[in-house]
């Protein structure tokens, strides 16, 4: 059955290739522009203003690796003192390491749900499900999200570059078989073990941090990429290729043959000679260089906006030095943008990067290196005692030696014992005071500390810890917010747009199973794709919603109590909100399983189900069935063509038990609007009273961690003391 659904979609793609919107699509932007003159000119006189710009910023990238060098506790330059003792306090990198740990679980809720969609209609299930496994592949928790946070509080810049991967692995299988003659099988013959290779595609979406000194956006003043776009400047990425992946890249038409032929002979020669060069080690250029020991090729990936043919368009052109033009395309992507999501930390009024939030505790890092290392070579002193005698009274000073069981022989009045000031103890209180300055700026609180040393005699109460929790959930939510809102919510759309360009239905089938299939059935045209639906980041606003799923519990006990005459004109639907909280508590890959939407689940006719069960192929009955009908057309076909199989009968049989069911949930939604159900009277009955919420019974233990007390709910009263 693979092997047919294979050949199919390889005889569909070819016929889609063969038609001209889709070939004069990709011959345009296939198309390479550096035969033409005007283009060329053009791309040089770009890369003079990309060279300027990343010898502008050379002062910004050599600040942050003094900032790296901070969090990695290398002790530099700017030490002021110098001794015997070499200690780094790893205060900055214990404040960016409670940083990174907060937010990265602040964006990944634990209930596993990461993507909400806005949509005109039905949310389309399945399309979430694919978002959630491309983050899955991703890596986003993992590799992606630590290495991000740690980039933007060292370099006040979070940026990321999106890329479609596209790889294949060739598997071997045992399978049965049986013997062929002419590939036709041999009835009768016992099967064989037989050994099947096949090839497995696999393609999803990669997601690489940049480091901030590789990337250029000019102007320098603008408030975004597609501002910088607009205004006729550029976005620029170094990348740093081998001699295998320009030959790869050759391959693969991305850059053109003659000029990628002249780059690996260029480096060639730098291998050769490996002359060092200053000005190539101290500003980030085009061109080959060494770097450990191997030759590399420094290549700038510029997008920018060129008139071509009379029209101003979105290229992308790779520059290997300064006179070299490897490639000039048309924007690859079909969405016509720029694959690299960058925002500060920080926005800075009139400039696009943001501050390194190390910056300003960069002078208390240093403070406390100085403070801990004179104190420790004073400790060094204070440890061992100083010997004072008189050498005149004690001529035998020479023996006084320090040892077990030693015997001075001297007067014990003209010796004495002095100690050395325990200058270390003031050392550490002004390291105690440099920490204290560096959380407060970078906004730790100690519900972000692993492990919290509290003064003996100051235990806080569960009240003060609950209220620091809290105090750290709203306030890493805020902080968070600029990673959704420039990073995670356009990934998310970058996601979509790369797989409506590049995934193939019959691999996400094979690879995905029954959700691809669905995936295919929710296939979005181009041109809706940023109207239809609109995806965001859910996992930051996760924390902020649990005190609003605790009020949304409270009004759905009130509103299923509001008779239908108080609102005339309206119709009260709960669906969509109680499938909201069924999702929040459950996730997404668990809420479809337990709130299922029967919409959804194929309604065959009843005749077409006669065929199957004739066929002796047992089918289940679907909640829409219309029952009567369906048993009136099963008992036709059992009278005139019997039932050899038994499946017919069977299958009667469930109708009957459907329609027993559906007749006991009718009368219990008549007897709960009577007021008579159960659960409606007595002690313990089963639904809460009319705006009440879920709550267990009292002196029977503590509610979970993490819940939020009644008094502290938004516009709730404080219960009266008793007494």
Same mark, same amino acid.
């Given at each position: 059955?693979?092997?047919?659904?294979?050949?199919?979609?390889?005889?569909?793609?070819?016929?889609?290739?063969?038609?001209?919107?889709?070939?004069?699509?990709?011959?345009?932007?296939?198309?390479?522009?550096?035969?033409?003159?005007?283009?060329?000119?053009?791309?040089?006189?770009?890369?003079?203003?990309?060279?300027? !710009?990343?010898?502008?910023?050379?002062?910004?990238?050599?600040?942050?690796?003094?900032?790296?060098?901070?969090?990695?506790?290398?002790?530099?330059?700017?030490?002021?003192?110098?001794?015997?003792?070499?200690?780094?306090?790893?205060?900055?990198?214990?404040?960016?390491?409670?940083?990174?740990?907060?937010? $990265?679980?602040?964006?990944? @809720?634990?209930?596993?749900?990461? $993507?909400?969609?806005?949509?005109?209609?039905?949310?389309?299930?399945?399309?979430?499900?694919?978002?959630?496994?491309?983050?899955?592949?991703?890596?986003?928790?993992?590799?992606?999200?630590?290495?991000?946070?740690?980039?933007?509080?060292?370099?006040?810049?979070?940026?990321?570059?999106?890329?479609?991967?596209?790889?294949?692995?060739?598997?071997?299988?045992?399978?049965?078989?049986?013997?062929?003659?002419?590939?036709?099988?041999?009835?009768?013959?016992?099967?064989?073990?037989?050994?099947?290779?096949?090839?497995?595609?696999?393609?999803?979406?990669?997601?690489?941090?940049?480091?901030?000194?590789?990337?250029?956006?000019?102007?320098?003043?603008?408030?975004?990429?597609?501002?910088?776009?607009?205004?006729?400047?550029?976005?620029?990425?170094?990348?740093?290729?081998?001699?295998?992946?320009?030959?790869?890249?050759?391959?693969?038409?991305?850059?053109?043959?003659?000029?990628?032929?002249?780059?690996?002979?260029?480096?060639?020669?730098?291998?050769?000679?490996?002359?060092?060069?200053?000005?190539?080690?101290?500003?980030?250029?085009?061109?080959?260089?060494?770097?450990?020991?191997?030759?590399?090729?420094?290549?700038?990936?510029?997008?920018?906006?060129?008139?071509?043919?009379?029209?101003?368009?979105?290229?992308?052109?790779?520059?290997?030095?300064?006179?070299?033009?490897?490639?000039?395309?048309?924007?690859?992507?079909?969405?016509?943008? *720029?694959?690299?999501?960058?925002?500060?930390?920080?926005?800075?009024?009139?400039?696009?990067?943001? $501050?390194? @939030?190390?910056?300003?505790?960069?002078?208390?890092?240093?403070?406390?290196?100085?403070? *801990?290392?004179?104190?420790?070579?004073?400790?060094?002193?204070?440890?061992?005692?100083?010997?004072?005698?008189?050498?005149?009274?004690? @001529?035998?000073?020479?023996?006084?030696?320090?040892? *077990?069981?030693?015997?001075?022989?001297?007067?014990?009045?003209?010796?004495?014992?002095?100690?050395?000031?325990?200058?270390?103890?003031?050392?550490?209180?002004?390291?105690?005071?440099?920490?204290?300055?560096?959380?407060?700026?970078?906004?730790?609180?100690?519900?972000?500390?692993?492990?919290?040393?509290?003064?003996?005699?100051?235990?806080?109460?569960?009240?003060?810890?609950?209220?620091?929790?809290?105090?750290?959930?709203?306030?890493?939510?805020?902080? *968070?917010?600029?990673l959704e809102g420039e990073i995670l919510t356009p990934m998310l759309q970058w996601f979509i747009w790369l797989d409506h360009q590049y995934r193939d239905a019959a691999i996400t089938i094979r690879a995905f199973g029954e959700m691809g299939i669905d995936a295919e059935m929710e296939r979005i045209e181009p041109v809706q794709m940023d109207r239809r639906?609109?995806?965001?980041?859910?996992?930051?606003?996760?924390?902020?919603?649990?005190?609003?799923?605790?009020?949304?519990?409270?009004?759905?006990?009130?509103?299923?109590?509001?008779?239908?005459?108080?609102?005339?004109?309206?119709?009260?639907?709960?669906?969509?909100?109680?499938?909201?909280?069924?999702?929040?508590?459950?996730?997404?890959?668990?809420?479809?399983?337990?709130?299922?939407?029967?919409?959804?689940?194929?309604?065959?006719?009843?005749?077409?189900?006669?065929?199957?069960?004739?066929? !002796?192929?047992?089918?289940?009955?679907?909640?829409?069935?219309?029952?009567?009908?369906?048993?009136?057309?099963?008992?036709?076909?059992?009278?005139?063509?019997?039932?050899?199989?038994?499946?017919?009968?069977?299958?009667?049989?469930?109708?009957?038990?459907?329609?027993?069911?559906?007749?006991?949930?009718?009368?219990q939604q008549q007897m709960a609007a009577l007021g008579q159900g159960p659960g409606q009277q007595g002690p313990g009955g089963g639904q809460p009273r009319s705006g009440a919420a879920t709550q267990g019974p009292r002196g029977a233990g503590q509610g979970p961690a993490g819940r939020i007390h009644q008094d502290r709910l938004a516009l709730a009263q404080?219960?009266?003391?008793?007494?």
């Amino acid at each position: 059955m693979a092997e047919k659904e294979d050949i199919r979609t390889e005889a569909s793609d070819e016929d889609r290739m063969q038609t001209p919107a889709m070939r004069r699509l990709l011959s345009s932007r296939d198309k390479e522009l550096i035969g033409d003159q005007d283009v060329l000119d053009a791309c040089l006189d770009i890369y003079k203003d990309i060279e300027k !710009g990343f010898s502008d910023q050379w002062e910004r990238s050599n600040n942050a690796l003094d900032y790296w060098d901070i969090y990695h506790c290398n002790l530099g330059s700017k030490q002021f003192y110098s001794g015997n003792s070499k200690i780094f306090v790893p205060i900055v990198h214990d404040a960016i390491k409670a940083r990174t740990t907060r937010f $990265v679980n602040q964006i990944f @809720p634990a209930s596993g749900k990461h $993507v909400e969609v806005t949509a005109s209609e039905e949310k389309p299930q399945a399309l979430m499900s694919l978002l959630e496994f491309y983050i899955r592949k991703a890596k986003l928790r993992t590799k992606v999200m630590p290495a991000l946070v740690k980039n933007g509080d060292c370099e006040g810049q979070y940026t990321i570059l999106i890329e479609w991967v596209k790889n294949e692995r060739h598997v071997a299988m045992r399978v049965k078989s049986k013997p062929k003659v002419d590939n036709i099988e041999l009835e009768g013959d016992e099967e064989f073990d037989d050994i099947k290779e096949e090839t497995i595609t696999h393609q999803y979406p990669v997601v690489e941090v940049l480091p901030d000194a590789d990337v250029l956006v000019l102007p320098n003043t603008s408030d975004s990429i597609e501002a910088a776009l607009d205004a006729g400047g550029s976005v620029t990425v170094i990348r740093r290729w081998t001699k295998a992946k320009i030959r790869q890249l050759i391959r693969d038409e991305e850059i053109d043959k003659d000029e990628g032929t002249a780059l690996l002979e260029e480096m060639s020669n730098k291998e050769k000679g490996r002359i060092p060069d200053k000005k190539s080690a101290m500003v980030d250029a085009a061109g080959s260089r060494m770097e450990g020991g191997k030759s590399i090729a420094l290549v700038y990936m510029t997008w920018t906006k060129i008139k071509i043919e009379g029209e101003r368009r979105i290229v992308r052109i790779f520059f290997g030095g300064p006179d070299q033009v490897l490639s000039c395309k048309r924007n690859p992507y079909w969405c016509d943008k *720029v694959p690299v999501l960058s925002g500060p930390v920080e926005k800075t009024e009139g400039s696009f990067k943001g $501050v390194p @939030p190390v910056k300003f505790v960069e002078t208390y890092q240093y403070a406390a290196n100085d403070a *801990v290392n004179e104190g420790m070579d004073a400790a060094a002193y204070a440890l061992m005692p100083i010997v004072m005698t008189d050498p005149m009274k004690n @001529p035998r000073v020479g023996s006084m030696i320090l040892n *077990v069981a030693a015997i001075w022989q001297t007067n014990p009045n003209d010796t004495k014992f002095a100690e050395f000031p325990p200058l270390w103890k003031d050392a550490f209180t002004i390291v105690g005071s440099c920490k204290d300055q560096v959380f407060q700026t970078l906004g730790i609180n100690p519900a972000m500390m692993p492990q919290q040393v509290t003064a003996p005699g100051k235990k806080p109460n569960q009240a003060q810890i609950a209220n620091e929790q809290m105090v750290d959930i709203l306030t890493t939510a805020d902080a *968070v917010t600029t990673l959704e809102g420039e990073i995670l919510t356009p990934m998310l759309q970058w996601f979509i747009w790369l797989d409506h360009q590049y995934r193939d239905a019959a691999i996400t089938i094979r690879a995905f199973g029954e959700m691809g299939i669905d995936a295919e059935m929710e296939r979005i045209e181009p041109v809706q794709m940023d109207r239809r639906f609109e995806f965001r980041w859910f996992g930051v606003e996760a924390a902020r919603s649990a005190q609003q799923i605790q009020m949304q519990i409270a009004m759905l006990n009130v509103l299923r109590n509001i008779p239908p005459q108080s609102y005339p004109g309206y119709q009260l639907d709960l669906t969509l909100p109680i499938s909201q909280l069924v999702e929040n508590t459950f996730g997404p890959r668990i809420a479809p399983k337990v709130f299922k939407d029967i919409r959804k689940q194929l309604s065959l006719e009843a005749e077409f189900e006669n065929q199957l069960l004739e066929s !002796g192929i047992d089918m289940p009955v679907h909640p829409m069935d219309e029952d009567q009908q369906h048993m009136q057309v099963h008992a036709k076909a059992l009278q005139e063509n019997g039932d050899m199989h038994g499946t017919i009968r069977e299958h009667m049989m469930r109708h009957t038990a459907q329609m027993q069911l559906k007749q006991q949930a009718m009368m219990q939604q008549q007897m709960a609007a009577l007021g008579q159900g159960p659960g409606q009277q007595g002690p313990g009955g089963g639904q809460p009273r009319s705006g009440a919420a879920t709550q267990g019974p009292r002196g029977a233990g503590q509610g979970p961690a993490g819940r939020i007390h009644q008094d502290r709910l938004a516009l709730a009263q404080p219960r009266a003391a008793r007494g």
